[in-house]
């Protein structure tokens, strides 16, 4: 059962965020965006879960997929009417995503991220937000997930969801949709 459980929604130029990236990410030609939504149900737990270890093959497959050769992980963006009017400030760096994996495997305490940024030979290539609807509900389509929103350059969408896609599955998930903002849908 809790292999059907992990269940992996994409969802393709959603421009509804609950966190901006910074002004940055959009000025490096990142305007096209993936919403990577990991279901937190489990049957087994009264609890929510957050599966780091399928989160983990996703955000993988970005590096993948962006030929990167650095992924930096930061802390939480706390989003204030200020900063929704001004733009984001670039909150404090955890470390690489490497040792932010590190981390998440071995430490329940583990600080909860809130962007990670892609680049490759100095240039960023793509950056992800954390939009942590299990915190406060959200709209049906994100209500109780965790969701990551990655955005990439629009050359790099349709290679991003095969690798996502091949990606979840090796590690034991599945993607139960992919939805087309534009109103498409496949799954």
Known sequence: MVGIERR???????????????????????????????S???????????DHQLWLSCVDAVTN?????????FHEIHSTFVSRIF???WPRKIGTLERYATLLN??????????????KAGAMVGAAVAENWYR??????????????????RRSV???MERI???VHEVGGYIDQVVHIDGRKSV
């Open 8 to 38: 992996v929604t994409l969802v393709i130029g959603d421009k509804s965020t609950l966190v901006r990236p910074p002004r940055d990410v959009t000025r490096a030609g990142l305007t096209s965006n993936i919403a990577v939504v990991l």
């Open 40 to 50: 937190t149900h489990r049957s087994t737990s009264p609890d929510m879960v957050l």
């Open 65 to 73: 997929v962006l030929a990167a050769d650095n992924a930096d992980v």
């Open 87 to 89: 733009g984001t400030r």
């Open 106 to 119: 071995d430490d329940d305490e583990a600080p909860s991220w809130g962007m990670i940024v892609w680049c």
């Open 136 to 153: 406060v509900g959200g709209p049906e389509r994100y209500h109780d997930t965790y969701t990551s929103r990655i955005f990439v350059s």
């Open 158 to 160: 349709e290679e991003l």
């Open 165 to 167: 896609s091949l990606q």
